[in-house]
């Protein structure tokens, strides 16, 4: 009997356990469910790409909802300029439109695991920001805008306006899944700084070339021989983004996880960390190791102890951000010693074509969740975000503010901060976000050039300027080769990218810091990264791109 | 008699311990320092024990932000709402399967642990809440996750040393089941459910992923999500370039996440000194018999 008993509760919970494994399994499957509506967009399969012609109207147009409308938006919170409800500029968009933008905040840090979430649980709302990186299935989940460019009529009229390629917006198919910003210029603030203070003792010039850089920084260690005058902050990834243009490469962050990209000087597709280029620009980090210029600490060190070396006389030079160094100056005097920090223009060598960096004119930021074609409203909400992103005069009052009250324009015709938010007397340009929630990223769909120059301060606006002076800025303006792949595709190479990158972050610092030779070693090297799936990528990268620039024909 | 071995062993134990809790006290001496602190100060290195610079300068910005105090405030109701709820719920389910007399109960057991192995998902999980109309809702944080395999496992052990003749005797006066739980039981369980009433509290408290997932308005997020957005978020935007220019305002980055962990965690320090010992004796229930 006893064992009677036994047996049975064994069958139970046997059962049990079946049945809720079955349950969990059928509801993995129910999310895309949700999204079955969007049919429309999955029919579509790969093929010739279509050309879409639209009737672009002689002005942008203006429109505001016969009736209320609300539309939700995921809304990417950065951490300087937090979400207030009592923004001004949400009441702004309602009177303007008589549509309500409802709200939902997701903090920067989460939000592409936010974004991937709500869409595989059918949950987002209409208009998703920062779509880009979160690497959704857009054919499920994501509206495709190529058919209803003719609904969108100020972003049209933008694209002509700024001479924007509307072909960065598609994929290898032709469809359209991100709405993209458009600037009508891109502003470069990144570059690298040195003691302004010790070259003038040097009686140096400001360096044009790794080589000059290389004695700056040698005489830095002559005078300091305690110190590693380059130390970088951010890891390597980091430096390489700052030096690779110099050597003609594109690392760091400078390109995406399978480190394969089109130069946009060259146009050459490469997998750039086993190129000739890469193997340069190590041999230079080489040398700089082997003089006891580079801080072997700048892999893992923190921002506060890289701040301390720079302020302290332990390093001398860094790649950073405009205004990045000002903290560290401020520290350095009151400790009573004098130091400056000057940007430097991009640094040839031998490698070098003649250019150093790329920027961009914004990118390809929103999406909208294809679930909005089955609003009966569908159209209006299609409008709405139209007037929203690309309308001038929304967007001057989203950017911009009020003018006389927020912004003032000069005799030059220049557009300057009410003198609480000037930047030019040490305000942060933050301020004006955190306080009325104008000029924020996520919402700037258009910007034109002297908008752009508004939240910079004469320092950056001078560097901008003698960098574009110098022709060596060029604006990075490719197709992003993993738009040209599909799913399954990109599902596929995706496996091998990250133990493949593991490999070659860890040779490349061996190869800096002489574990591995750079001319004994490197074609193992190579070799290795080949048998990681480089080789088998690439070739396969440029298959597609080819195919891309034929349907573009 | 204390021998001279005896005291030497004692003055050297002392000194050990002393070594000790300055060794596990000092970072949080330094973080508390560093919140008080000039961003200058702490660039140079300067900053050990005791600020230097002192300014209330983070302490004013992060105070001046209300979605600090109103995270605070969804903080210290998400914490009561979800300790009690779940204290009530793994009390009456720990002493349901405390008895070996109850049918299935072994099933039941297996089940529970099969749980612990097998998750359903974040997506499945979050399509459920929706459906119940929870999201946004504090029933969202509160329910799932309600009763703790390792508390649910204690406390059985713990309503297991009970002898059973109490219960049999109040049954004889006349209790019904509930009655002898609520006046039986209970009173003689105060040190777990000071023990389990501590680990849910500590857990809620920290907790910031649930209101993650399921909130949607920032009226409703925790404090600890608005620091770890503070935290993170602060390194990820510099990275791109966005340099706030707090740093000439005397404070930085680090001034303010430290000031905001120091805000966080002050509770939680003031409370732990006085349940401490429960505590200790919670992590010793369940391995210590009679």
């Known amino acids: 009997m006893k064992k009677k008993r036994k047996t049975l509760q064994r069958i139970i919970v046997v059962f049990m356990a079946v049945a809720m494994i079955a349950g969990i399994l059928a509801a993995c499957g129910g999310g895309s469910k949700q999204n079955e509506t969007t049919t429309g967009a999955e029919e579509k399969t790969t093929g010739k790409a279509e050309e879409t012609t639209v009737q672009v109207p002689n002005k942008p147009s203006t429109w505001v909802s016969d009736s209320k409308l609300e539309v939700t938006m995921l809304f990417h919170e950065e951490a300087n300029t937090p979400y207030k409800a009592e923004w001004p500029i949400w009441k702004y968009i309602e009177d303007m439109t008589n549509v309500k933008l409802k709200v939902q905040v997701s903090p ?46 100020n972003m049209m009229s933008a694209i002509n306006k700024f001479k924007y390629d509307i072909k960065l917006m598609k994929n290898a198919d032709g469809r359209i899944f991100q709405l993209p910003q458009l600037f009508e210029v891109g502003i470069q603030t990144h570059a690298l700084f040195i003691r302004s203070d010790l070259r003038k003792e040097f009686g140096m010039e400001v360096p044009k070339t790794v080589d000059d850089l290389f004695d700056y920084m040698k005489k830095c260690k002559e005078k300091y021989p305690d110190s590693f005058p380059l130390s970088q902050i951010w890891k390597e990834d980091h430096l390489y983004y700052g030096l690779g243009p110099s050597f003609g490469t594109w690392l760091g962050w400078n390109v995406g996880q399978d480190q394969i990209d089109i130069s ?22 080489n040398k700089l190791h082997k003089n006891g210029l580079i801080d072997p600490e700048f892999v893992t060190q923190t921002d506060d102890a ?47 074509h003649g250019w150093s960096c790329k920027t961009w004119r914004g990118g390809l930021v929103w999406g909208i969740n294809a679930a909005i074609k089955d609003n009966p409203r569908f159209d209006d909400i299609l ?164 195919e891309y620039k034929a349907n573009q024909k | 008699m204390i021998t001279r ?142 009763i703790s395999h390792w508390n649910l496992f204690i406390t059985i052990a713990f309503f297991q040393t009970l002898p059973n003749s109490l219960e049999e005797a109040a049954e004889i006066d006349g209790l019904n089941p509930i009655q002898i739980f609520a006046k039986i039981v209970l009173p003689l369980s105060k040190p777990i459910l000071a023990t389990i009433t501590l680990y849910y509290a500590v857990s809620s408290w920290n907790n910031w992923f649930g209101p993650w997932v399921y909130m949607t308005t920032k009226d409703k997020y925790p404090v600890t999500l608005y620091l770890r957005s503070l935290i993170v978020g602060a390194e990820l935007a510099a990275r791109e370039g966005d340099v706030d220019a707090m740093q000439k305002a005397g404070f930085s980055p680090t001034t303010i996440r430290t000031a905001t962990i120091v805000l966080v965690s002050f509770p939680i320090l003031m409370v732990y000194p006085f349940i401490q010992k429960y505590f200790v004796k919670g992590v010793m229930i369940g391995s210590i018999k009679g």
Request: hydrophobic share 40%; aromatic share 12%.
């Open chain 1, 108 to 153: 920067a840090t989460d939000h592409i695991n936010k974004v991937k979430l709500l869409l595989s649980a059918g949950s987002a709302p209409d208009i998703i920001t920062r779509i880009g990186s979160a690497g959704v299935k857009y054919e499920e989940t994501i509206l495709d805008i190529a058919p209803y460019l003719d609904k969108m009529p």
């Open chain 1, 264 to 285: 946009p000087i060259t146009g050459e597709i490469k997998h750039w960390p086993s190129s000739n280029e890469t193997r340069e620009m190590l041999r230079y980090l």
């Open chain 1, 306 to 352: 890289w701040k301390n070396k720079m302020a302290t006389n332990k390093a001398f030079v860094s790649w950073h951000w405009m205004g990045s160094m000002d903290d560290v100056v401020k520290a350095a005097k009151e400790a009573g010693n004098d130091i400056e920090f000057e940007p430097v223009l991009p640094l040839d060598s031998s490698v070098t």
């Open chain 1, 383 to 546: 409008k709405f975000i139209d007037i929203l992103y690309y309308n001038k005069e929304m967007q001057e009052r989203l950017y911009l503010g009020i003018k006389d009250e927020h912004y003032t324009e000069d005799t030059g015709g220049n557009l300057l901060r009410a003198e609480k938010y000037d930047v030019n007397k040490g305000v942060s340009s933050n301020l004006i976000k955190r306080d009325f929630g104008i000029s924020l990223n996520d919402l700037n769909g258009y910007r034109e050039k002297k908008w752009a120059y508004i939240d910079y301060d004469k320092r950056t606006l001078d560097f901008v300027s003698a960098l574009v002076d110098s022709g060596k800025v060029t604006i990075s303006e490719n197709v992003d080769l993993r738009s040209l792949l599909t799913n399954e595709e990109s599902e596929r190479f995706s496996v091998k990218n990250a133990p493949r990158k593991e490999y070659i972050d860890s040779m490349m610092l061996n190869f800096i810091f002489g574990r591995n030779n750079i001319d004994n070693d490197w074609d193992a090297y190579v070799k290795e990264c080949e048998n990681k799936g480089s080789k088998e990528l690439l070739e396969f990268y440029k298959k597609k791109y080819e």
């Open chain 2, 5 to 146: 071995g005896y005291k030497i062993f004692k003055y050297t134990n002392y000194a050990f311990m002393v070594f000790v809790i300055l060794l596990t006290l000092t970072p949080f001496l330094n973080v508390v320092s560093m919140s008080f602190s000039s961003n200058s100060a702490i660039i140079l290195g300067e900053v050990g024990i005791i600020p230097k610079g002192f300014n209330l300068g983070a302490y004013k910005r992060v105070l001046a932000d209300p979605y600090f105090f109103t995270g605070y405030k969804n903080t210290i109701v998400y914490t009561c709402c979800s300790t009690l709820v779940s204290l009530f719920m793994t009390t009456i389910c720990a002493y349901a399967l405390s008895k070996k007399r109850l049918t299935g109960r072994k099933a039941i057991m297996s089940l529970i642990i099969l749980t612990m192995i097998i998750s359903g998902g974040l997506v499945p999980n979050f399509i459920l809440i929706k459906s119940l109309g929870w999201i946004n809702k504090i029933w969202a944080i509160i329910i799932p996750g309600a």
